[in-house]
């Protein structure tokens, strides 16, 4: 099979692309750090909302890229835990606009096979907020497409506190007084529990740093940071990382890559978690 069986180029730079992409070799999970939307609109003259807009518009081309592609699975990087330091009223339309959005999309998500997932404290977020999130995971939650998550009001640093704090009580409640964690133990903690570790972080807008994103699972992450501002962030341009992913050695340590080490590799980070997503 190939990449243009799955998708249909929109023109020649995706066509090229889409001759380049070998299907059989696409990562099992990509997560993106969305970044650029204030830059975009004040490069515009325009205010900061109007680049959030914009960039539900990228998101969701880049969704639909990823589910014609067949990814297993898409992490996004919506809000963070520092973001709350942003002015009050753009903090209350990115909920506002967060709402809207599983409003109008969740039919098609449902539609399409997806399953909607959030990570983060959720219990922090406004209660409106809380429910629809709640719903839109309720009505997806026996599809068996395409993961779909959002890191919403999430931090990698904060996560690793939640599942030692986890690990903890679950030592007192069990009185294990031998208890001792490793690496597998901490993963079935992490909100991603039952997810495989991404194999390529995107950041878009040229910042070269991962913002406490999935601190623990991109160990073995393939980077890539493209200058392109999220609201410009196309289909052409996710195909270019992709196509970019292909061409790297991975090598998990080693003197040199194997594709079976590597698919070895990603078997036992796809396997090794058993408990279900959480936030």
Not at 187 to 206: K, V
Not at 259 to 275: I, N, Y
Request: aromatic content about 6%; overall charge positive; charged content about 25%.
């Amino acid at each position: 099979m190939k990449a243009t069986d799955l998708l249909k180029p929109a023109n020649r730079e995706e066509a090229e692309l889409l001759e380049k992409l070998d299907v059989k070799r696409l990562p099992q999970h990509v997560a993106i750090i969305m970044d650029g939307n204030g830059r975009w609109a004040q490069r515009r003259h325009l205010p900061r909302i109007a680049g959030h807009r914009a960039g539900v518009k990228a998101a969701r081309q880049v969704i639909e890229t990823c589910v014609q592609l067949q990814l297993p699975c898409l992490t996004l990087y919506a809000f963070s835990l520092e973001n709350w330091r942003r002015p009050q009223a753009e903090v209350a339309f990115l909920m506002r606009l967060l709402r809207e959005y599983l409003k109008r999309e969740m039919p098609s998500i449902h539609k399409n096979n997806i399953r909607f997932l959030v990570i983060g404290r959720l219990a922090q977020l406004p209660e409106g907020v809380r429910k629809d999130i709640d719903e839109a995971m309720r009505l997806t939650a026996h599809n068996t497409g395409m993961k779909l998550v959002v890191a919403l009001n999430y931090g990698g640093r904060a996560e690793l506190a939640d599942a030692f704090n986890a690990m903890l009580e679950h030592v007192r409640e069990n009185g294990l007084a031998a208890f001792r964690a490793d690496e597998q133990t901490i993963s079935n903690h992490l909100y991603t529990a039952g997810l495989p570790d991404p194999d390529l972080l995107i950041r878009t807008s040229g910042e070269m740093r991962v913002s406490n994103f999935l601190l623990w699972q991109i160990a073995y992450a393939e980077i890539y940071v493209t200058e392109e501002l999220w609201p410009d962030f196309s289909r052409a341009r996710l195909l270019e990382a992709l196509v970019d992913f292909q061409k790297r050695e991975r090598r998990y340590g080693g003197l040199g890559s194997s594709r079976s080490h590597a698919a070895a590799v990603d078997g036992e980070a796809a396997g090794r978690r058993a408990q279900p997503v959480r936030g």
